[in-house]
């Protein structure tokens, strides 16, 4: 079954087929390209839904608050099939949640707050008693599943029908129940993907709404390697409101605690607990509403949401989704929202695929960061108090897996839309502010969640600098993140939630200081070598910020600190390895060992030094011999590729630390090898159909990597603005930034190997671009051809500079 203005994704047998492989290179262009004119036609929200992508099909807007998609279930209340509880591979639901976060890693992530469920049949026992979701549930077939940019719909074998649309802080959905069936809709305030410490709900007959909120938080607080039963995020750090009102009475209401089911009550309240399985099963709390389908089947709702009060979401949702509006009408208007943010990059000339998979790709990076703030302008801070917009910005923002991002989706945020990083880098600092002055690594909405390793918040910041971004305080903020990396704070010798999720931020400070790298015995962290190279990438992007604010002082303190991945370079076996504090190399090395570091192996972070790429090459003997050794990172033993992941000595296009790495040929004097090798991994490690991620999306940082790849040029290094080159898999790409400045490159082909550039008109030699294009815009010509030119843009004075 269709609906007008929803485009089936994804239907029947070609439904089932998880494509990887894009189409071939389209043939040379002749007459002038003709560049996408409606983007959002091309997105597929279902990709990255399988295959350990996490991405989720639901309904939002760009860098929305709300994002209304189905929580599936494998017959576990407590648990859900992917860490944002959608998959592709399972077909049964258990109701439709208001929050969701894109492609976070841990299982669950975080959100999925307050599932509603069309539900046909008697209200007769507690949900929350159904803890196999064998009754409160329902299977549905993909053929009767559609989503694009703000819409969803699905009809569930039940019978029940729902779909939905969305603004940005609230939806509208059309519930569609069998007539004369018994139909209702159960809100289960309790059951956000982690559980929850505390859940209301409030049924107004009179009113025909109902209201609630959740107590809830949790993010990565049941991950094994983030501290057991003593992980710090095993917490509540956000409150979330919703407010829903329809457009007919109700004929039944109830509601439930735990296994106590209670007809015609009108309130309830209680949470589940941040455990799972036996240890959570059977509790929590919610409500129902039921309607009479004797003559009339078909149910309206409209719901916002709030971090801030009950009001405020009411207020978000009188004023964004007001009475009298459909999904037909909101789902327009939010996927002309969408085009608007699409068409910021506009591209023509390449496959229907290729296409298919870029603006995707776009469409994922620009979920986040998040709306945090009401219409009012308040919004929920990182201590759970309530706090106002500062003048002149246009929104909070939150959300920000920072260790993941900092590599590629903050450089397209910031490109496409300068002007939201700058809120976002706001909404950081006073984030920072409100959490005693630390700039937490993982932020989920503004709250502190300590996952991951590292100091992303600086290289984020100073990335943001280079490229122009200027709408914060900026020396404010670069004195804080210089305060957080010369004074150690309070919880740097805490081991608490170690080794995933160490509560201390910039751990062991003053013995890092004194060691010149992170001891692996001692540093509180999760691994010595990953923290020193996180470390002193920070510690170069804060010193190139400096340089460019004529902080002439901290430039000169910040950069040598920028080598200390030098001191946890092992030359005896040519890899960075775990050193311990009395300068002895941790014992057992091989180049496949994750002692040391972090969701990563040293044959991967050894190439993490994108900030000194000569003098990484100068240790293993030269550039040439460099070039040779990341050779065997993308081929095997054989010679044959291995860029798909899964072997802890070759490259891994599902994990971050590494992705960068197929750029660095540049700086090693064989830029082809980048060509070759970034067009591999394009056209077999991404794809489209609910497969077509390689990994995590991260909040849209394997997205964004695909968008870079794809219209032929990368980020050089963090904390900089200059661009790598590779080839573009389009004929022409045009970016927009929101500032007005305006990118335009251009292709005869998109064959795999450049045979020569032009930059504004004038011979480019060199296989990367100066800032300048970024933060004033410009013209790129590319020319291209089947067999590689190994000797443009390799002599010495063409190598991207560095250190």
């Not at 485009?7 to 262009?29: D, F, H, I, K």
């Not at 929590?284 to 916002?304: K, L, N």
């Not at 570091?597 to 460099?626: D, E, H, I, K």
């Amino acid at each position: 079954m269709s609906i007008p203005g929803i485009r089936r994704t994804l239907t029947g047998a070609a439904a089932l087929l998880v494509g990887l492989t894009l189409g071939a290179a389209a043939p040379a262009e002749a007459a002038p390209v003709a560049l996408v004119t409606d983007p959002a036609a091309y997105v597929d929200p279902f990709v990255g839904s399988t295959r350990g992508g996490n991405t989720w099909p639901g309904a939002t807007r760009p860098f929305g608050m709300i994002a209304w998609s189905p929580t599936a279930t494998t017959g576990d209340q407590t648990s859900a099939p992917a860490s944002n509880g959608y998959d592709w591979n399972v077909t049964r639901l258990r109701g439709f949640s208001l929050t969701h976060v894109n492609g976070a890693g841990c299982s669950p992530g975080a959100a999925g707050d307050v599932p509603i469920m069309p539900y046909v049949g008697p209200v007769d026992s507690s949900p929350t008693a159904d803890t196999k979701d064998a009754k409160y549930a329902s299977s549905f077939s993909h053929a009767n599943e559609s989503a694009t940019p703000g819409r969803y719909a699905v009809t569930l074998d039940s019978g029940a029908r729902a779909d939905v649309a969305v603004n940005t802080r609230a939806g509208v959905g059309d519930f569609t129940f069998p007539a004369g069936s018994e139909a209702s809709l159960l809100f289960r305030t309790s059951n956000s993907l982690n559980g929850s410490e505390d859940a209301s709900i409030t049924i107004s007959p009179e009113r025909r709404t109902v209201e609630g909120w959740v107590l809830t938080g949790g993010f990565c607080g049941r991950r094994g390697n983030g501290g057991g039963a003593t992980n710090p995020n095993r917490r509540s750090y956000y409150k979330v409101y919703f407010s829903a009102a329809f457009d007919r009475d109700f004929a039944r209401t109830g509601t439930w605690q735990n296994s106590t089911l209670t007809p015609d009550s009108l309130s309830a309240s209680g949470g589940e607990g941040y455990l799972t399985g036996a240890d959570r099963a059977g509790k929590g709390s919610g409500g129902w509403v039921g309607f009479d389908t004797t003559t009339d089947s078909d149910v309206r709702m409209r719901v916002g949401i709030s971090y801030v009060s009950l009001s405020g979401a009411a207020a978000n949702r009188d004023t964004e989704v007001p009475d009298g509006v459909t999904p037909s009408t909101v789902g327009e208007a939010t996927r002309a929202a969408w085009n608007a943010e699409l068409k910021r990059i506009r591209v023509g000339g390449g496959t229907e695929d290729r296409t298919k998979a870029f603006y995707t790709a776009v469409y994922h990076s620009l979920m986040q960061p998040q709306t945090m703030n009401d219409l009012d302008g308040q919004y929920l801070g990182a201590d759970m108090k309530t706090y106002r917009i500062r003048p002149g910005q246009k929104a909070a923002y939150g959300t920000f897996s920072g260790w993941d991002q900092y590599r590629a989706q903050i450089q397209l945020l910031g490109l496409l839309r300068p002007d939201v990083a700058g809120d976002m880098a706001t909404s950081m600092a006073d984030f920072a502010a409100q959490n005693g002055g630390v700039w937490d690594r993982w932020l989920h909405l503004g709250a502190p969640t300590h996952v991951m390793t590292g100091d992303p918040a600086a290289p984020t910041l100073a990335t943001w600098y280079a490229m122009g971004v200027r709408n914060f305080d900026s020396r404010a903020a670069l004195d804080s993140l210089v305060r957080q990396a010369t004074v150690q704070n309070p919880d740097a010798l805490s081991d608490a939630g170690c080794p995933g999720q160490c509560k201390g931020q910039r751990p062991t400070l003053n013995t890092y200081l004194a060691l010149k790298y992170a001891a692996n015995d001692i540093c509180h962290c999760w691994g010595g070598a990953a923290e020193t190279l996180e470390n002193s990438l920070a510690d170069y992007s804060l010193a190139m910020w400096a340089q460019r604010a004529g902080r002439g002082d901290l430039a000169r303190q910040f950069r040598p600190r920028g080598d200390y991945w030098k001191n946890t370079y092992n030359p005896a076996v040519g890899h960075q390895a775990a050193r311990r504090a009395d300068g002895s190399w941790q014992a057992g090395f091989t180049p496949s060992t994750d002692v040391g570091f972090a969701q990563g192996s040293s044959a991967t972070y050894t190439w993490m030094v994108p900030q000194n790429v000569s003098g990484l090459a100068t240790l293993m003997g030269g550039r040439p011999a460099a070039a040779a050794r990341l050779d065997s990172l993308f081929h095997d033993e054989n010679g044959n590729w291995a860029v798909l992941g899964g072997n802890a000595l070759r490259y891994d296009p599902t994990n971050e630390p590494g992705i960068h790495a197929p750029w660095l040929y540049n700086g090693l004097g064989q830029p082809w090898k980048t060509q070759e090798t970034v067009r591999q991994i394009v056209d077999t490690a991404y794809g489209t159909g609910p497969g077509g991620l390689p990994g995590n999306d991260d909040l849209g940082t394997m997205s964004a990597w695909y968008v870079f790849a794809a219209i032929g040029m990368f980020p050089q290094v963090p904390g900089r603005a200059e661009m790598l080159l590779g080839s573009p898999v389009f004929t022409r790409v045009e970016i927009n930034r929101s500032n007005n400045v305006r990118l335009t490159i251009n292709a005869g082909t998109t064959d795999k190997y450049v045979q020569s550039t032009r930059l504004n008109g004038s011979r480019l030699t060199r296989s990367w671009l100066p800032e300048s294009f970024v933060q004033r815009g410009g013209t790129l010509d590319f020319t291209l051809g089947t067999t590689a030119n190994t000797s443009w843009a390799t002599g010495p004075a063409d190598l991207p500079k560095d250190n």
